[in-house]
């Protein structure tokens, strides 16, 4: 199937034009991205952004970005669905969170190395050790950057 | 302003009801949550969604639900004007990533504590102290857990 069309001498149309009982043209901009044996892709999207949008953001698209655009818009619409007040934005609150978590615990996880590596210090012997490890306390933050 | 509807009295239409030139009614879904001074609030969601289907919705949510929709359509909606192939699935994606990047960060600093406590129990001259640091090694991820 190419992407900007159909196969030639496919009779059957797209799940887009067999929702909007319209005929499937050979250059139907839905087609390659909306199969007829997928027919929930489609009937999300046209609930949650309407057929003539995405129509509209399609054909403002070179060809090559559609397939992203109709994957992330699905995505979107099938978010809006499960969730009507929040949609995918409440995927992208609760990542948010988990970030906040995560920064957390890496600060303590953080701060226990520097506490361990200064104790380990400053019962060494060797003179000047306490000066070394508060300059590689100083340094922490780099030792976890991958 | 009421949630239902507009002041009473109020005569200059909503930002939406301006855009689709239409009388703003007295009881206008879109007039709490679209002021005639942020018109560019409903001209992203009409854009994006298309009037008529933010208007099905809103109508089907139930009014105090509402206020959190409209942001977070304005929010998808704006994502998407400014990124037309991934909208608000790339921020969720480099969300995504972000998350993947700290939980590597965490498991080398939570490694470090381990390995350190471990030497510090083997250098110690108590009995048993090996099968205390690999008891707390064991124990490790809960002392991160906040």
């Given at each position: ?35 007829a044996?997928e027919?929930?892709?489609f ?6 952004f ?22 992330s ?23 948010q969170?988990?970030?906040d ?10 701060a226990e ?8 210090f400053?019962t060494?012997?060797s003179?000047?050790a ?17």
């Amino acid at each position: 199937m190419k992407e900007s069309g159909r196969k030639v001498g496919a009779v059957s149309p797209c799940a887009a034009c067999k929702l909007l009982r319209r005929r499937c043209a050979q250059v139907c901009v839905f087609a390659p991205y909306f199969p007829a044996d997928e027919p929930q892709k489609f009937a999300s999207v046209h609930k949650v952004f309407g057929a003539s949008n995405v129509n509209k953001m399609l054909q403002e698209l070179p060809e090559h970005q559609r397939r992203d655009a109709v994957s992330s818009m699905v995505y979107e619409a099938n978010a809006r669905v499960r969730d009507p007040v929040y949609g995918c934005v409440g995927a992208i609150s609760s990542l948010q969170k988990q970030i906040d978590s995560l920064q957390t615990q890496l600060a303590l996880a953080q701060a226990e190395v520097v506490h361990m590596r200064m104790r380990q210090f400053s019962t060494s012997s060797s003179p000047g050790a306490m000066d070394r490890a508060v300059d590689q306390a100083a340094m922490g933050e780099s030792l976890w950057s991958c």
